[in-house]
T-cell receptor, first 109, second 115 residues
């Protein structure tokens, strides 16, 4: 599984877009980029995933660079409830997910 | 929306006691997982389970741990003789295919406190 690198923490103003970066320069061709988040000590929550193309769902957008060495998770209109630790994970489908330290996103009023 | 259910939400036990944590995965899911998170630390993989057997386990999952699916719905994690360092949140998860990739749905967790 490819190692990912994320900033330790980020702040965002409520109502603004939150852009969370992730580097995965050693990602292999069959590894997906997954994003999960964890609010307080709750169970991790799936947000979105992608392989090569940009993806969007009701929660977020995922932008993957053409060389696939980095990606950005975008929460278009962050709310206070989006305050959480966000994990970027690069894994092959069917493998266990390996969680890193993630990015602590704090959304401020 | 389907969810993974875990019980108990919090269990306090004495060191050396046996503990069973229970999970009801989403009904049509076939792969099941246990993860744990010691307070302030990362979420760590313990074990995955498929077709009534362990498919992968981590170095944390030693002989003190066991998993089973006693019936068609429950998935349990047993710790035979708890140690202080077993105090953690334990998360159950089950697996589904979404857009060609596996996606894990996690339960809310069971907090285990070993005294």
């Amino acid at each position: 599984d490819a190692k990912t690198t994320q900033p330790t923490s980020m702040d965002c103003a409520e109502g603004r877009a939150a852009n969370l970066p992730c580097n995965h320069s050693t990602i292999s061709g069959n590894e997906y980029v997954y994003w999960y988040r964890q609010i307080h000590s709750q169970g991790p929550q799936y947000i979105i995933h992608g392989l090569k193309n940009n993806e969007t769902n009701e929660m977020a957008s995922l932008i993957i660079t053409e060389d696939r060495k980095s990606s950005t998770l975008i929460l278009p209109h962050a709310t206070l409830r989006d305050t959480a630790v966000y994990y970027c994970i690069a894994e092959t489908s069917g493998s266990r997910l390996t969680f890193g330290e993630g990015t602590q996103l704090t959304v401020n009023p | 929306e389907p969810e993974v259910t875990q019980t108990p939400s919090h269990q306090v036990t004495q060191m050396g006691q046996e503990v069973i944590l229970r999970c009801v995965p989403i009904s049509n899911h076939l792969y099941f997982y246990w993860y744990r998170q010691i307070l302030g630390q990362k979420v760590e993989f313990l074990v995955s389970f498929y077709n009534n057997e362990i498919s992968e386990k981590s170095e944390i999952f030693d002989d003190q741990f066991s998993v089973e699916r006693p019936d068609g719905s429950n998935f349990t994690l047993k710790i035979r003789s708890t140690k202080l360092e077993d105090s953690a949140m334990y998360f159950c998860a089950s697996w589904d295919i979404v857009s060609g990739a596996n996606v894990l749905t996690f339960g809310a967790g069971s907090r285990l406190t070993v005294l």
